[in-house]
Structures are given as C-alpha cells and as structure tokens.
C-alpha cells in the first residue's frame, strides 16, 4: 500500500488543481517560506479524516478553503483526493481487493464535509478506521510537524503511550472499542 498521488483544488494556498505525484523512494519538496510545503503535509493529513482546526493551523474547520488573495477571490469549497496504490493487497479487510483505491474529502462553506471512497460516499470514519487499520493516518507518528518532536519528549505519560499505540497499529481496536460501550 502506497500514496502514488495527491491532489488538492481550493486547499489553503493551492487555489488551482494541483498535482503532487508520489514515486518510489523519497519525495522533497523544497521552495521558499510560505510557498506551501507545509500546506500539503496538511492536506494529506487532513483528507485522512483530521477534524481538529489546530492541526490545521486555522481556527475552524473551513479556513481550510482558499481564503482569496489580491488577484484571486475566495473559493466555496476545498477538495483534497488521494490516489493509494494496492498491487501490493495490504490494504485492511473491506479495501484488500482493489489494485487502486482513491479517497476524496471536500468541504464546502455553510455545508461541511463529504468523503469518498473509490467514487462512494462513506463516512469521516470509514475513512479513519481504513488509515488506522493499515496503522498509519491524521494522527500517525509517521507524519511529524515541526516541533513534534520536543512535544513527544515533553508529552505526559498517558499521550506518549497514545502516539505508540498509534504507531503499533492498534488505535482502531480502540475506537471500535469505544463505540461498541456507547451501544
Ligand atoms: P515555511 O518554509 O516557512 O515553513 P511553507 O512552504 O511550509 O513555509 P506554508 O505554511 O505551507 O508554507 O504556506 C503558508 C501560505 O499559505 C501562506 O502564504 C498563507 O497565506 C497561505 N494560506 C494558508 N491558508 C490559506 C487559505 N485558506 N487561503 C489562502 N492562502 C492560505
Ligand atoms: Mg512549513
């Protein structure tokens, strides 16, 4: 399982449909302060189901939409899609028989947000649990911010033991966990 693409139309300063192509081995993505770098970072966590504004560096959901610029105005809505490769299968159980499996999240202003995978609507948790059970997603200790780091060597016991449960890939296990007391 493997991110081959992503692709973000109206997200924060990518205003345009913008393409990042994923290949084998590392990707950089170098350019000036404030040309984006970190805004894609967002965009993949955030078509993986993040829901807190803080990880987007916005005050609520929707700052996410390109606000507008001198030349440009605002935009109704924000799409991020990412293209996953699964020759491999390793995908979880319900995703496993697909070659190629791409999510779609918009937001659109006053209305909220909508997910799709593989052209279906699912809901934000369909989309979660898929990226918890393959042990990686918004939350994966794999996708480190700036100043992640000193937060996880300063983090009190019970939110490190969080961030390597995330990393052992059994955080799923307790969501579902957690639903099924709410039952
Ligand atoms: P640095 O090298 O300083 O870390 P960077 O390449 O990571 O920079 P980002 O932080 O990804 O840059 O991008 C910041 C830019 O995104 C700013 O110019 C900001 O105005 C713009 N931006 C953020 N949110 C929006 C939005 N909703 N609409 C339009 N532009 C936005
Ligand atoms: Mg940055």
Redesign the pocket.
Known sequence: MRFSKLRLTGF??F?DPTDLVISDGLTGVV??????????L?ALRWVMGENRPTAM??GGME???????ATRSARNFAEVSIQIENSDRLAPAGFNDQDQIDIVRRITRDVGSAYKVNGKDVRARDVQMLFADASTGAHSPALVR?GQISELINAKPKNRRRILEEAAGISGLYQRRHEAELK
């Not at 350019?31 to 894609?40: E, I, M, Q, V």
């Open positions: 924060k300063s205003v350019g000036p302060n404030g040309c984006g770098k970190s805004n894609l967002e560096r916005g700052d996410v939409i390109f606000a507008g610029a700036q």
